[in-house]
Every structure is written in C-alpha cells, then in structure tokens.
C-alpha cells in the first residue's frame, strides 16, 4: 500500500516550475495533451510502439515525449516509475489508465503522483461502494433486486466490472432470467461466478443525459460544496450498439433480435435550461457525499449516467469518477464551459489550469494523491 505521505514527499522532489502532464495514450489523451499545452505545460504520452503514429497525426495535440512501454502494466514496475518521477510528472488518470494498469495496482505500488482522489477511483470500480456513494447524495436511483426471484419489472443485467455496457441484457421475470442466464452459460459467454456477481437493476425508460462536472479546489463561486465549487461543462449521450440504432428494423423483425449496451461513441446533447437547477443539484450532492465517504473527495471531473423521465426526474444510475470520454466532444468548450470560461476549456485544459493554480496558490498537494 502507497501512503500519502510518499506520493507527498515525491512532489515536493519536484521541480515546480518545470511540472508535466502526463497520461497514457488512449481514452481521451489527445484531449488532455492540447489541454495541458493551452496551459503551457510539458507533455508526456505513455505509449505502445504501435500506437504512436495515431499521436504524431495531430500536432496541436500530440505529447512533447513519449515513454514507450510494451504492455500499459509495465508502468508499475520500479524503472519506469523512476522515469516519471525524474520528469516531474503529475498523471492525469483517465479510463483507460484505470482499466490498464489497475486500480489495485495504483493503489498498492504506484508512487507517481496523480491528479485527482484514488479513492475515488476505488468507490467507481466497485459497483456496491459506488451505489452506497449515490445513495448516501440523496438522489434517484434505480431500484436494485438481491435475488431474481424479486424480479417483478423489466430489468437490465450487468455484469461485475463489465466495461463500456458489454454483455448486457434485459429481462422482465425471474423465468426469463434464468433462460437467458442458461443460454449463456452455454454459449460460454458467461460463466457460473459472473451469474452469482450480476446486478439486478430496475430498466429506467426515458432519455439518457451523462452531465460532465467538475469539482474545483481552486476557484470559488457558485455552485458551493465543501471549500470548493462545482462546475457544469458538458453534456453528452452515448450511442449503444445495438440499442440505439433498432428503431431502424421493422418492427416484425425488432421481434428476434436482442438490445444490446456497448457504448460506440458519444454525442453532444443540451438539457431544457428549466432542468439545470435539477442538474447542477445532481453534482452538489454527489461532491458532498463524497466528500462525507472518502474525503478529501472527489477532485476534478466526473461524470452522471443518468435517465431524465417524463415526469422531468433524473435516475442516476453511474457515476464515473475521472474524466469520460464524452469530454472528447469538446476539446474547444461546451454550451455550458463558454458561460463559464472566457476562453475555449475543454475537460482536459480544465485539469491542467486548476494544476497551474494550485501551483501557483503553492496548493498542488491538495490537488493530487
Ligand atoms: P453502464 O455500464 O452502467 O454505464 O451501462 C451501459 C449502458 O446500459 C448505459 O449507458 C445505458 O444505456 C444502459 N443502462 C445501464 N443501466 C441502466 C438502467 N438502470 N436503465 C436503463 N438503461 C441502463
């Protein structure tokens, strides 16, 4: 286990005038890259050989360095832990990170410092941890069945740790339940332990809105939570194969073929401006509650999964607790970033200026972990 106090005594070996961003290559690392340049700081991709030319293709945002690693794991090992330190490098984590080098990982052995609350981190890879956080905001969520036996609606199926909605399936009985749980065991794309690990959840029918916030130790105003504030920057949907797309079957062949969840890529979506209070509301509570569960909270970007209905109510069904991909929709700002920023913010430069600002209050160690 890597204790605060090492992360904190490896920050403040670095030079701080010469403080770099970096991050693997993947998720939204383009988005950061040129975010962090905006600001002014040093680059540095963690890279695959591979992968290295879809980089050098942008150049307002390709990385200043690269470090080339041959599997994202390797960043564990002592050697290139070293290389980070020695570049005065904060990470930035992003999806991609979390799921390659693991969130066990980073938090047992990774001494780098990274942008942002581990624990975070931890409360989002664990669907119970993080069903406790929304419940302890206070806010809509969908009911949750123990057992199939209580199935008693229609209901979606998920996996434990299942990335990005794959494998997903929908069921309104306990008998539908057990026939298609059957049907995959025997096709082999699921196995007897996932079955003992899915969560039951209620299906949520409305419109899905995925509120991208952010929570800033560095500048005040309103919407308050702790000794900070919470900031709206961008809205996004995803589009789900094949779910999204089935209204373009006729309907006597929608018959045969089964929803599926997996996120393809995102769109950019505006809410009525009579449901912002509700929205900006969501993120308050979610800040506070984490700031009561896993204090010193949940610093920087961060992302509600939620279904508006037509009673103009938001179910909040996830949370992501680092910055989504569906901020790679804004590079140049949001509908939203623009009332806030008098110049183009996008997620990504939003991380790098509250950097520079905790810099420059001499308030970095607030900022990482
Ligand atoms: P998740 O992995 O939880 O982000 O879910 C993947 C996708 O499944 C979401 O983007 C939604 O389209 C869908 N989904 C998940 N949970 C629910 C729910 N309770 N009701 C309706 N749709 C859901």
């Not at 960043?75 to 990470?91: A, C, M, S, W, Y």
């Not at 007897?192 to 899915?198: F, I």
């Not at 920057?233 to 779910?243: A, F, K, M, Y």
């Not at 920023?341 to 991380?351: A, H, K, L, V």
């Amino acid at each position: 286990m890597i204790h605060r106090e090492e992360i904190l005594r490896n920050l403040k070996r670095y030079d701080h005038k010469k403080i770099k961003i970096g991050t693997i290559c993947s998720h939204s690392a383009l988005q950061i890259f040129h975010g962090a340049r905006s600001e002014g700081f040093g680059t540095v991709g963690i890279c695959t050989s591979d992968r290295r030319f879809a980089y050098e293709a942008f150049q307002f945002a390709k990385p200043d360095e690269y470090i080339t690693v041959n599997h994202y794991q390797d960043l564990i090992k002592e050697e290139f832990q070293q290389q980070l330190l020695r570049r005065n490098i904060v990470i930035i984590p992003h999806g991609s990170f979390v799921e390659y080098v693991g969130a066990e990982n980073l938090k047992k052995e990774f001494r780098v410092p990274i942008y942002g609350n581990r624990s975070a981190l931890e409360f989002e890879g664990d669907r119970r941890k993080m069903r406790a956080w929304l419940q302890d905001a206070g806010i809509k969520t969908p009911r949750e069945y123990s057992d199939p036996s209580k199935i008693d609606r229609p209901c979606i199926i998920k996996f434990h740790g299942a990335r990005g909605g794959r494998g997903f399936f929908v069921v309104d009985s306990e008998k539908r339940y057990q026939e298609e749980v059957g049907k995959r065991i025997k096709e082999g794309t699921m196995t007897k332990s996932d079955a003992e690990e899915v969560t039951i959840q209620e299906l949520i029918v409305g419109v899905r809105y995925y509120p991208q916030y952010f929570y800033s130790l560095m500048f005040d105003g309103e919407v308050k939570a702790g000794n900070g504030r919470v900031e709206l920057l961008g809205i996004d949907r995803r589009l789900e194969s094949n779910v999204d797309d089935l209204y373009r079957i006729p309907e006597r062949a929608r018959a045969f073929v089964e929803p599926s969840y997996v996120v393809t890529g995102n769109l950019p979506v505006v809410l009525r401006e009579s449901l912002l209070p509700q929205t900006l509301d969501l993120g308050r509570r979610v800040t506070e509650a984490s700031l009561r569960l896993f204090p010193p909270g949940m610093i920087g970007p961060f992302c509600l999964e939620t279904v508006c209905t037509d009673d103009l109510e938001f179910i909040t069904f996830e949370v992501s607790a680092r910055i989504v991909a569906g901020t790679n929709l804004y590079p140049e700002g949001s509908p939203y970033s623009c009332y806030l920023f008098s110049e183009p913010m996008s997620t990504g430069r939003r991380m790098a200026r509250e950097i520079k600002e905790g810099i420059h209050k001499k308030r970095l160690a607030d900022l990482v972990s």
